[in-house]
């Protein structure tokens, strides 16, 4: 366990933009013994699917950008292939949902690049090692990291538990962040969308 406090803990999770959003995430808590694993480790020990997913979110991104740039004869190849994505996402999601264990299963609160929290019956020791599975439904992808429990905060009949990303490869933290933003801009449409529909 770093020997940092509580303070710098909550810091290093506030370091990048949060969102309130409902993810499903699997979270199983590990032995008291448990050393967190190297990255190497932690890549060598990710179940498959959750390797494909990020390489296929990351290929995405890469491979549409360059069309932008291109000029409007490009809009039926950059459709075409947005069409053929939707396929692949549609797959990799049926594939990803085969992951998520019900006996495990939590909704989220809130998530960003540092961490997130976690809606739970009951509290969680600070300091206790989680496995977590977070599913990314609306960018058909998933992570796999190890987290550490930094704060259990009751919220009505249940707890909030404040989960610090403690062992995450760099290109999954940037797939939380970029899912953030993307989510933050939708909810942004949506509520537009709403406050026009209320005004007319």
Known sequence: MDPISLEQKMAQFHEFFTIKHQLSVNMTPVNGG???PS???????MPYAFKIAAEMSNIDTQALRPLRNLSEHAKDLTDFLNHQNKKLDLMMS?????????????????????????????????????ELKIFLTEESAAVYCYSEVIKAEPVGDDYHIYLLFSRIREEDQELLVRASLHMQTLQLRARSKQQNNDSN
């Open 34 to 36: 448990f050393q967190l």
């Open 39 to 45: 990255l190497d480790e932690l890549v060598s020990q």
């Open 94 to 130: 049926y594939i990803l949902q085969q992951q998520d264990d019900p006996q495990h299963r939590y909704v989220s609160v809130e998530f960003g690049g540092g961490g997130i929290i976690l809606k739970r019956n009951a509290p969680l020791a600070e300091g206790t090692l989680v």
